[in-house]
């Protein structure tokens, strides 16, 4: 079985330990600080939050995911289900009904497994108060066992339509919930950045920030050459340097990559560096579609400044030298066409400078001499 796992959040043998980041999160948990956990994506967040809250005795995580929430309703859906997962036992569900009862759910009960389950009518309208009485729940039950409330994509909550009171509810019952920690993980900077440090947000400097990049390099080495062994595919360190290379070092590339490697080399061999680029072109036929389709929804300008960002880098998309080779004549013009590729999550901004989200797209249009 290929030992590479991605796109997904990895847990036990899965999980390279992050030592120093697991023990100040371990901290501030047990003190009860509330944290905000800021990286870029697929640099393993939500992984470091699972695995770490894992390990502290006597507490449990409730893992609260809102990627794409689109209203109230769901995200009050989204609670009561997380709060069944994490608390199996029938008062507690009982408990939970009669506080959401005004909301007059459906339970139902799955004829295999035997789990309940939640469900309100989509087109009700529900009163931003409902999620006041949910949090006050939590934080009762919390006396009886210590909770960890995690939202993972909690720029998310910027979809709902009544957003801002939405945020200034969870504010006001979350600053009364001292020795409850919460956690407030994302990935899109502009949007985590509007909640947690525009001084008119109520969640202003309301969390201790951790910054979440790379993983230890040599660590992370240990942990891919290991993984290789398992297959006895000897791999060595000048190799899994190209790989970081070619990844950029963001750790789910890197399993994707490798992953890739795993799946077109022997049992029982030694990995060379040819080896990445044959592995390179699994990727791109794995995501082909997906970027032939990404490319199509773009407007010339657009596919020029990408290509030229692609060649160039993403630093000074105004200088002269980008715009003869992009032939825009109008600085205007690329600045333009690269905020579009940042809404449409082609690219995204890292200090001064545009990124690629995707390494491997970026080496696809190289690749392809776009
Ligand atoms: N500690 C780790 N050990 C091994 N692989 C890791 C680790 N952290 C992240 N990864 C790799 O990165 C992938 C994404 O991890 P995870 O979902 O935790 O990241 P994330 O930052 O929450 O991503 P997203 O921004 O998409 O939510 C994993 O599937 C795995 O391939
Ligand atoms: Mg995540």
């Given at each position: 079985?290929?030992?590479?796992?991605?796109?997904?959040?990895?847990?036990?043998?899965?999980?390279?330990?992050?030592?120093?980041?697991?023990?100040?999160?371990?901290?501030?948990?047990?003190?009860?600080?509330?944290?905000?956990?800021?990286?870029?994506?697929?640099?393993?967040?939500?992984?470091?939050?699972?695995?770490?809250?894992?390990e502290i005795k006597n507490y449990r995580i409730l893992y609260i995911d809102?990627?794409?929430?689109?209203?109230?309703?769901?995200?009050?859906?989204?609670?009561?289900?997380?709060?069944?997962?994490?608390?199996?036992?029938?008062?507690?569900?009982?408990?939970?009904?009669?506080?959401?009862?005004?909301?007059?759910?459906?339970?139902?009960?799955?004829?295999?497994?035997?789990?309940?389950?939640?469900?309100?009518?989509?087109?009700?309208?529900?009163?931003?108060?409902?999620?006041?009485?949910?949090?006050?729940?939590?934080?009762?039950?919390?006396?009886?066992?210590?909770?960890?409330?995690?939202?993972?994509?909690?720029?998310?909550?910027?979809?709902?339509?009544?957003?801002?009171?939405?945020?200034?509810?969870?504010?006001?019952?979350?600053?009364?919930?001292?020795?409850?920690?919460?956690?407030?993980?994302?990935?899109?900077?502009?949007?985590?950045?509007?909640?947690?440090?525009?001084?008119?947000?109520?969640?202003?400097?309301?969390?201790?920030?951790?910054?979440?990049?790379?993983?230890?390099?040599?660590?992370?080495?240990?942990?891919?050459?290991?993984?290789?062994?398992?297959?006895?595919?000897?791999?060595?360190?000048?190799?899994?340097?190209?790989?970081?290379?070619?990844?950029?070092?963001?750790?789910?590339?890197?399993?994707?990559?490798?992953?890739?490697?795993?799946?077109?080399?022997?049992?029982?061999?030694?990995?060379?560096?040819?080896?990445?680029?044959?592995?390179?072109?699994?990727i791109f036929a794995r995501e082909k579609e997906f970027y032939e389709h990404?490319?199509?929804?773009?407007?010339?300008?657009?596919?020029?400044?990408?290509?030229?960002?692609?060649?160039?880098?993403?630093?000074?998309?105004?200088?002269?030298?980008?715009?003869?080779?992009s032939g825009i004549v109008h600085a205007s013009s690329i600045k333009k066409?690269?905020?579009?590729?940042?809404?449409?999550?082609?690219?995204?901004?890292?200090?001064?400078?545009?990124?690629?989200?995707?390494?491997?797209?970026?080496?696809?249009?190289?690749?392809?001499?776009?």
């Amino acid at each position: 079985m290929n030992p590479f796992k991605y796109g997904q959040i990895v847990t036990d043998v899965d999980f390279c330990p992050r030592r120093s980041l697991e023990k100040v999160l371990k901290e501030h948990i047990v003190s009860g600080q509330n944290v905000l956990i800021e990286g870029e994506r697929r640099t393993g967040k939500s992984s470091l939050i699972i695995n770490t809250a894992k390990e502290i005795k006597n507490y449990r995580i409730l893992y609260i995911d809102i990627n794409q929430v689109k209203t109230l309703n769901d995200l009050i859906n989204r609670i009561t289900s997380s709060l069944i997962s994490m608390d199996r036992q029938t008062h507690f569900f009982e408990k939970l009904v009669k506080v959401i009862s005004h909301l007059r759910p459906s339970v139902t009960i799955d004829s295999y497994t035997g789990n309940p389950s939640i469900s309100f009518n989509a087109n009700q309208v529900i009163h931003p108060k409902s999620l006041d009485q949910l949090l006050e729940f939590i934080y009762q039950e919390h006396s009886n066992k210590k909770n960890i409330v995690v939202f993972d994509e909690f720029q998310d909550i910027l979809n709902l339509n009544n957003y801002e009171s939405i945020v200034a509810i969870l504010r006001s019952r979350i600053q009364f919930h001292s020795s409850m920690p919460y956690i407030f993980s994302g990935s899109v900077r502009k949007n985590m950045d509007k909640i947690f440090y525009d001084p008119d947000s109520p969640f202003f400097k309301s969390a201790i920030k951790m910054e979440i990049g790379a993983l230890e390099k040599e660590i992370f080495r240990d942990y891919i050459k290991d993984k290789f062994l398992s297959g006895k595919k000897i791999i060595d360190t000048g190799v899994i340097n190209a790989i970081f290379l070619k990844a950029e070092e963001n750790p789910g590339d890197v399993q994707e990559l490798c992953n890739a490697l795993w799946s077109i080399t022997e049992y029982d061999t030694t990995i060379n560096q040819i080896d990445i680029e044959d592995s390179m072109e699994v990727i791109f036929a794995r995501e082909k579609e997906f970027y032939e389709h990404t490319i199509s929804l773009l407007t010339n300008h657009q596919l020029r400044c990408l290509t030229s960002i692609a060649y160039l880098g993403g630093k000074s998309i105004q200088s002269g030298e980008f715009l003869e080779y992009s032939g825009i004549v109008h600085a205007s013009s690329i600045k333009k066409a690269a905020t579009r590729l940042v809404d449409l999550k082609i690219l995204y901004n890292y200090k001064k400078e545009y990124r690629f989200n995707s390494p491997f797209f970026r080496s696809w249009l190289l690749y392809k001499k776009y």
